[in-house]
T-cell receptor, first 111, second 116 residues
Framework: RKEVEQDPGPFNVPEGATVAFNCTYS??????FFWYRQDCRKEPKLLMS???SGNEDGRFTAQLNRASQYISLLIRDSKLSDSATYLC????????????FGSGTQLTVLP | GAGVSQSPRYKVAKRGQDVALRCDPI?????LFWYQQALGQGPEFLTY????????KSGLPSDRFFAERPEGSVSTLKIQRTQQEDSAVYLC??????????????FGSGTRLTVV
C-alpha cells in the first residue's frame, strides 16, 4: 500500500463547477500536510498548506481529518487555469523521507 | 538566484553512459533535496543535504546513484551506467531552514533524463 493515496482521475469538469479531491495517508506520525499543483511538464508548486482546523485561500479550501488520516481539497467556481495535476503531500518530522507525495489527481476544466 | 536552477533541462543518454545533473539552490538555502519523478507518478525522495552534509540518502535506488554538495551550495546528482528504468524527471528543491519539509519547499524545473 502506498503511503499517500489519491484518486488519479482524470476529473473533467465544466467551468464554474465545484470539484473535490481526496487523499489518505498511512503514517499516523505525519505532522505536515500540503497540496501542490503541477502543470504539464512543469515542476510541482506549493498550492497551500493544510492545517488541522481547515483553511481557505480564495476559491480553495483544504481540510484535514487526523483521526481518519484523510485530507481533502475543494475548488469552487473552477477556472480553465485550474487545469493541472494536484499532488497530496505529507511530511513526517524525524523520519527518513520528509515529504511524501501522492501520485496526483488530474483535473481538466472544460469551457 | 531568484529560484532553484537545474541543468541540463533535457538529457538523452545511451544505456551504460554516466550522467551528471546539476542543481543551483536558492542562495542561502540550507536544505537541498533530490527527487525522482517517473511518468504519471508523484515525486519520490532520493536524498537530502543540510549544507554540505548528506543526512539522508535512503531513497537512492542503487549504488549507481551518487549525490554531492561539497561547498554547501551547488549539488550534483550522478548516475553511473544508466539503465532505461532511470528515465525520469529529476527534481531538485531547496529550503531556507533545515525543517525537512515542515513548511514545504521550492522545486527547480527539473532535468528530464531519457535513457535509450
Amino acid at each position: 500500500r502506498k503511503e499517500v493515496e489519491q484518486d488519479p482521475g482524470p476529473f473533467n469538469v465544466p467551468e464554474g463547477a465545484t470539484v473535490a479531491f481526496n487523499c489518505t495517508y498511512s503514517n499516523s506520525a505525519s505532522q505536515s500536510f500540503f497540496w501542490y499543483r503541477q502543470d504539464c511538464r512543469k515542476e510541482p508548486k506549493l498550492l497551500m498548506s493544510v492545517y488541522s482546523s481547515g483553511n481557505e485561500d480564495g476559491r480553495f479550501t483544504a481540510q484535514l481529518n487526523r483521526a481518519s488520516q484523510y485530507i481533502s481539497l475543494l475548488i469552487r467556481d473552477s477556472k480553465l487555469s485550474d487545469s493541472a495535476t494536484y499532488l497530496c503531500v505529507v511530511g513526517s518530522s524525524g523520519s527518513a523521507r520528509q515529504l511524501t507525495f501522492g501520485s496526483g489527481t488530474q483535473l481538466t476544466v472544460l469551457p | 538566484g531568484a529560484g532553484v536552477s537545474q541543468s541540463p533541462r533535457y538529457k538523452v543518454a545511451k544505456r551504460g553512459q554516466d550522467v551528471a545533473l546539476r542543481c543551483d539552490p536558492i542562495s542561502g538555502h540550507v536544505s537541498l533535496f533530490w527527487y525522482q519523478q517517473a511518468l504519471g507518478q508523484g515525486p519520490e525522495f532520493l536524498t537530502y543535504f543540510q549544507n554540505e552534509a548528506q543526512l539522508d540518502k535512503s531513497g537512492l535506488p542503487s549504488d549507481r546513484f551518487f549525490a554531492e554538495r561539497p561547498e554547501g551550495s551547488v549539488s550534483t546528482l550522478k548516475i553511473q551506467r544508466t539503465q532505461q528504468e532511470d528515465s525520469a524527471v529529476y527534481l531538485c528543491a531547496s529550503s531556507l531552514v533545515p525543517d525537512r519539509g515542515v513548511r514545504g519547499y521550492t522545486f527547480g524545473s527539473g532535468t528530464r533524463l531519457t535513457v535509450v
